[in-house]
């Protein structure tokens, strides 16, 4: 199969908390993972990315490690800001190319 | 990063009619796109690949006729939602990438069905 579970938000946080968002995988090969953040009114960009196991993807502060053991792929950020509220998409992509997306979690930081 | 645009950004349409929504690679040329649908607080769902030069592939559910996929150009594809009624309106997003490391999204088509 090819679906993403994602922990289902919304989630808030005080500034400078702590952040998770678990996201887990099927495990039908080795699928490059991603994720994605949709801030208010915008489309989709990429916030980082793992294509092996055991990559760690980071960008802005965030981080997320392609556990194949657990076939695991959640996004931390050890300090966030008001500006990090978004909705944060976990994503695989197959070997052709097609992404297949978790739920989404809303989150929203406040100051 | 590459820039993929998508017009119109958004439409309003009576049932029964139908709607074109272009889906344009600005800066690279894209054998195959993508087409994702997006209801309100819910995910991205893939509808189908859009393949230059032949037919495209849809998604187990998404029925062909309704939503038709042209992709005639290496940096366009269009879809068009034939005999809209108002369970169509949705979040329409295409993607298109250089390769197989990056895909990028278009701002996305807001359509409203009336």
């Known amino acids: 199969g ?8 919304p989630v808030t946080l ?19 993972l991603f994720w994605y953040v949709q801030y208010p009114g915008e489309g989709l960009q990429l916030l980082l990315k793992a294509t092996k196991a055991d ?24 300090s966030v800001q008001v500006s990090d509220s978004a909705v ?6 197959n070997t052709g190319n097609q992404f297949y997306f978790g739920t989404g979690t809303s989150l929203t930081v406040i100051p | 990063g590459a ?4 017009h119109p950004s958004r439409v309003i349409c009576k049932s029964g009619t139908s709607v074109k929504i272009e889906c344009r690679s600005l800066d690279f040329q894209a054998t195959t796109m993508f087409w994702y649908r997006q209801f309100p607080k819910q995910s991205l769902m893939l ?5 230059e030069g032949s037919k ?17 150009s290496l940096t366009l594809s269009t879809l068009t939602v034939t005999s809209a009624h108002p369970e169509d309106s949705s979040f329409y997003i ?21």
């Open chain 1, 2 to 9: 090819n679906s993403v579970t994602q922990m289902e938000g």
């Open chain 1, 14 to 32: 005080s500034e400078e908390a702590f952040l998770t968002i678990n996201c887990t995988y099927t495990a039908t090969g080795y699928p490059s």
């Open chain 1, 55 to 78: 990559d760690k993807g980071s960008n802005k502060g965030f981080e997320a490690t392609y556990r194949k053991e657990t076939t695991s792929f959640h996004l931390e950020k050890g």
């Open chain 1, 88 to 93: 944060y998409f976990c994503a695989r992509r």
């Open chain 2, 3 to 6: 820039v993929v645009s998508q």
């Open chain 2, 47 to 51: 509808m189908a690949t859009s393949n």
């Open chain 2, 56 to 72: 495209a592939t849809y998604e187990q559910g998404v029925e062909k006729d309704k939503f038709l996929i042209n992709h005639a």
């Open chain 2, 94 to 114: 295409c993607s298109g990438g250089t390769g197989l490391e990056t895909q990028y999204f278009g701002p996305g088509t807001r359509l409203l069905v009336l």
